[in-house]
């Protein structure tokens, strides 16, 4: 992440790409702090946040007597949502520190009567290039065209997501969410087993993931899981992505290796 924006020589494509992410990544860490500090959610090592595909933005669910917060891509710009309606004042991240955030976030939560106290940047988990201090600046102006591409990437995989979660044998009485996990920026949707109701421990359940990043560098890709055992899922398959635009992320050869692995894993669990 750049501190100024003096470029001194060119910077590979992939490198600028994986800084965007980098720095969306740590943006959406303010998102799961909120939830933690005021939902005193303290097991499990991950959050969901809820995409909302029209303003562009990964949304809390509500954490204090209607209170929510967004941050909308590509700006990285953070908001409050009060009973669902953004309040006056925002902040983009534009030449922010992360100490800077923390203190604009503190003000916002005395302005509301909330106890400021409560409000902790502790996560249980570790992200790669994680921002802190003074020291550092997030700089979505200088990553602008990258972090335009990471919302395509976002918006293309949703849409995805969504319609392979509304296909005719995946029986719903309306769409399932699409949840962003903020320790490893993945989009999610879960679907039943073989088109039926899922059962209430979430026995069998199909999850379908987006997966922008893995180890730490910039690999999109979709991962198919069943829900079985106490352990957590077992990956079925990992399906790659073949390049980088829209088309690529959520084209027809993507969407029907998704349908051929889920086919798969509601044949498995039947026998």
């Known amino acids: 992440m750049s501190t100024n924006h003096t470029v001194f020589q060119s910077e590979p494509p992939a490198d600028s790409l994986l800084d965007a992410f980098s720095q969306s990544h740590n943006a959406v860490q303010w998102l799961a702090r909120m939830v933690r500090s005021f939902r005193s959610i303290n097991s499990g090592a991950d959050f969901a946040l809820r995409w909302d595909d029209e303003r562009k933005a990964f949304v809390t669910d509500d954490f204090a007597d209607g209170l929510n917060?967004?941050?909308?891509?590509?700006e990285l710009t953070l908001q409050f949502l009060e009973?669902?309606?953004?309040?006056?004042?925002?902040?983009?991240?534009?030449?922010?520190?992360?100490?800077?955030?923390?203190?604009?976030?503190?003000?916002?939560?005395?302005?509301?009567?909330?106890?400021?106290?409560?409000?902790?940047?502790?996560?249980?988990?570790?992200?790669?290039?994680?921002?802190?201090?003074?020291?550092?600046?997030y700089s979505p102006d200088f990553r602008e065209g990258e972090l335009k591409s990471i919302l395509d990437w976002f918006s293309a995989a949703a849409n995805l997501l969504r319609n392979i979660s509304q296909q005719p044998d995946n029986k719903r009485d309306c769409s399932p969410p699409l949840t962003l996990g903020t320790r490893d920026f993945s989009l999610e949707v879960s679907i039943p087993p073989n088109g039926a109701t899922a059962t209430p421990d979430n026995d069998g359940v199909i999850r379908i993931g987006f997966f922008p990043l893995r180890t730490g560098v910039v690999d999109p890709h979709y991962r198919v899981a069943r829900c079985g055992s106490s352990n957590g899922p077992d990956v079925f398959e990992i399906i790659k992505v073949s390049g980088v635009a829209p088309a690529d992320i959520a084209g027809q050869e993507v969407a029907n290796k998704i349908f051929e692995a889920v086919s798969k894993l509601r044949k498995q669990a039947v026998q």
């Open 69 to 74: 917060m967004e941050m909308r891509l590509p």
């Open 83 to 137: 009973h669902g309606k953004p309040s006056k004042h925002e902040l983009n991240m534009e030449g922010r520190s992360p100490a800077q955030v923390e203190a604009w976030i503190l003000v916002e939560l005395l302005h509301r009567g909330l106890d400021r106290s409560r409000f902790s940047k502790d996560l249980p988990y570790d992200i790669p290039n994680a921002m802190a201090g003074d020291s550092i600046e």
